[in-house]
């Protein structure tokens, strides 16, 4: 399963809603998808902490959107509530840089999905739309959402505004995903729980199926005089107060002295995203919980593993693991705060904004429902008085990996049992497990052969040369004979690559129709996409960019064409784009460019050496107040540049010296060797300046050490 849903995610333009129960490895899959993929992605989520945990970001900082709610309509609404449509363009007002990154991004994964309101996500439709000039929903962009909607549900401050306009808070009710061919692929497999019995409680729970739940079985796990003694166990209580307080408690109740252990935050992170207590207190003898999974080989511990602490002081804790003998050295570990960027070469690149680096653990005597999600225990005891909400029931047991591992405080009742029908409804209406082989044949050929055909494309090169030809003629400053020559040379090859290219999408998209229907081998489209990619290439590349690209070297920088090269420069960006985009071109597995052509592609003009342009000058006759002049430099900086030359013996003495002066410095050469400049001017005449010096010194070193 996991294969194909990799294959369908990568090679089809399909969006999907990825679910699974409790422990079934969504995150597993999330992680080897970012690690696997070659398309261009970004990781969001509806909450900071879930963002941290994601190695993403929030959706409302990727995007700039408002927190108050957002409804779906023009008409005039009272703005203390809510957003309309008007209000949130406002809000698309980015830097240059997101506006690229935004355009450049082939699919979004959106992790903890549950939490995501339907109205936010409509924000994320009407955004990128927006950005990327694109009216299909998310602008074209594939969308991977990753949750469980049986799980912890979006927070509603404003429910009577919210309903006015949506049917439920869940995403999958959100107006743009009405229009979207979205399918919902669920994970099957539970790792978390192997026994049959309890895992059959746990999905009866879920599902909210009252009389079919085998109540009787689950509340002989009642125990409410129970008290931990040897073994820990996890109080999971439904809100944060309860479970500081029970902490604070059971710290305060253990001897020793505590110590404190303070997060070191560096750069931008924000307080509400942190991932852990900005300041730990410990005691020997405190019961703790580790946060994250052992990165290192030694996978000592996972996130939720329990362990207690031995001993403390300033430097240094040790514990032991829960099911461990051996003392365990604790090491702290980093979290990031991240942001998206475009690089040079128009991947994503992930920025490092700030990082909170702390022990990966907190006091675990107790622990919320909502910080519980994604943990797994071996041991709870649980309240399911009536301040659980929807969903939680199932999230609270899911928790843990044996029925045998839980104490109930108070017994599970069907009062504290709820079931969102329309979550199952949407889930019934879209489950595609059993289709997945079927459409990731149907449309991976599709897909890959339109992506090729999308970047081949070059039906643009003629009106951008057009606009160029246009803009260079009636400047002033350029040779208009060397223009016209340019523009008559490159115009023919632009409308021959263009009738190239239809024929190409022609002969491409039969092929791929004649494989599909059983009589082409997919080799001849390979091998005809291939040609068709290094062609284009080779050719666009030496009779297209590169004269242009020439022509633009002469103008760089020369005066009254700075507007005229700004709009040119975008033009050689585009074609630059475009050649390094055909080197990464991929049909499925196959990589298309062969490296044998392999140049490198770039508008960057080789700049030449400041020291290179001045003894260039020089060598045209000009003497050095005329060359600084005409740099705009001071003398100092051209004596300077050539005594780079002197120390080669490049430069002719006499065009710079009086014959007198060389004379007298020859002579006190021949005489004497001075360390320094200083002791130099010490002994010369006083009209000897030290930068006149330095070139006779560099010119007669040279000399004397040709001999």
């Known amino acids: 399963m996991n294969d194909d849903l990799f294959n369908l995610a990568e090679h089809t333009n399909r969006s999907i809603f990825l679910t699974g129960k409790a422990g079934t490895g969504k995150t597993t899959f999330l992680n080897d998808f970012v690690r696997k993929t070659r398309k261009k992605h970004i990781v969001v989520a509806p ?69 995501l309101r339907a109205d936010v996500l409509d924000m994320m439709d009407f955004s990128l739309r927006h950005v990327r000039r694109n009216q299909q929903r998310f602008g074209g962009v594939q969308m991977l959402f990753i949750g469980d909607l049986y799980q912890l549900p979006p927070v509603v401050r404003d429910e009577h505004v919210l309903g006015q306009y949506y049917r439920s808070p869940f995403f999958f009710d959100s107006h743009a995903l009405k229009e979207l061919s979205l399918i919902t692929l669920e994970l099957t497999t539970v790792y978390r729980q192997t026994d ?84 730990l207190e410990l005691k020997p003898g405190a019961q703790i919980m580790f946060i994250r999974n052992d990165a290192t080989g030694e996978k ?52 490092v904004l700030g990082s909170f680096n702390q ?121 208009t004979d060397k223009v016209k020559f340019l523009y008559e040379t490159i115009k023919p090859e632009t409308e021959k690559f263009i009738a190239i290219f239809e024929k190409f999408k022609k002969i491409i998209v039969q092929k791929t129709q004649k494989f599909v229907g059983g009589t082409e081998e997919w080799n001849e489209v390979e ?58 071109l991929h049909l499925l597995e196959t990589k298309l460019f062969d490296t044998e052509n392999e140049v490198s592609v770039t508008t960057k003009i080789a700049k030449i050496p400041s020291h290179i342009l001045t003894y260039q000058l020089f060598e045209n006759g000009k003497t050095i107040p005329e060359i600084a002049k005409e740099r705009g430099l001071v003398t100092e900086t051209i004596f300077g540049h050539l005594a780079k030359f002197a120390e080669q013996g490049l430069l002719d003495l006499s065009r710079i010296f009086a014959k007198e002066k060389i004379k007298i410095f020859e002579k006190e050469f021949k005489k004497n060797s001075h360390e320094s400049l200083g002791e130099w001017k010490k002994v010369l005449p006083s009209e000897f300046e030290f930068n006149e010096i330095r070139i006779l010194l560099n010119h007669y070193n040279h000399q004397k050490e040709k001999k």
């Open 196 to 279: 049959e019995k309890f895992l059959e409680i746990l999905n009866e729970i879920r599902n909210g199926e009252i009389g079919d739940i085998d109540f009787e079985t689950l509340n002989k796990r009642y125990i409410p005089e129970f008290e931990p003694k040897d073994e820990p166990y996890v109080y999971l209580t439904s809100h944060n107060r309860m479970a500081d307080e029970i902490n604070r408690k059971k710290l305060a109740e253990l001897p020793g002295k505590s110590y404190l252990y303070k997060a070191e935050i560096d750069g931008n992170f924000n307080e509400n995203q942190f991932p852990n207590d900005e300041i």
């Open 47 to 115: 909450t900071g902490i879930a963002a941290i945990n994601a190695g993403g970001v929030t959706i409302h900082s990727m995007f700039g959107l408002p927190l108050r709610t957002f409804v779906p309509t023009t008409e005039r609404i009272n703005g203390d509530l809510a957003n309309n449509i008007a209000d949130l363009m406002q809000h698309f007002k980015y830097r240059k840089d997101k506006l690229k990154l935004l355009r450049e991004i082939e699919i979004i994964i959106i992790d903890e999905v549950s939490m």
């Open 527 to 584: 091998t005809k996409a291939k040609g068709a990619v290094n062609f284009f290439f080779i050719n666009v590349n030496a009779k297209v960019f590169a004269p242009l690209k020439e022509f633009y070297a002469e103008s760089k920088g020369v005066k009254g064409l700075k507007q005229y090269n700004e709009d040119f420069r975008v033009f050689l960006d585009d074609l630059e784009d475009y050649l390094n985009d055909l080197k990464t």
């Open 359 to 479: 022990y990966p653990i907190r006091l675990a005597w107790a622990v919320t429902i909502h910080k519980s999600q994604g943990l797994t225990f071996d041991r709870l005891i649980i309240d399911a008085g009536k301040s659980f909400a929807s969903g939680q029931v199932y999230v609270a047991l899911s928790r843990c990996r044996t029925l045998e591992g839980i104490v109930l405080k108070s017994k599970i009742t069907p009062e504290v049992i709820f079931a969102d029908k329309r979550v199952s409804k949407f889930q019934d209406e879209t489950h595609a497990n059993d289709r997945v082989e079927e459409i990731l044949n149907a449309e991976k050929y599709d897909y890959s052969i339109k992506k090729i055909i999308d970047r081949l494309d070059c039906h643009w090169f003629k009106p951008s040369l057009e606009s160029w030809q246009h803009s260079a003629q009636h400047s002033k400053a350029l040779d």
């Open 300 to 351: 000592k511990y996972f996130n939720g593993k329990l362990a207690e602490v031995v001993d403390v002081d300033e430097k240094e804790i040790t514990v032991i693991i829960d099911g461990q003998e051996d003392i365990y050295k604790l090491k702290k570990e980093i979290w990031e705060q991240k942001r998206y960027s475009l690089s040079a070469d128009k991947s994503i690149q992930e920025e």
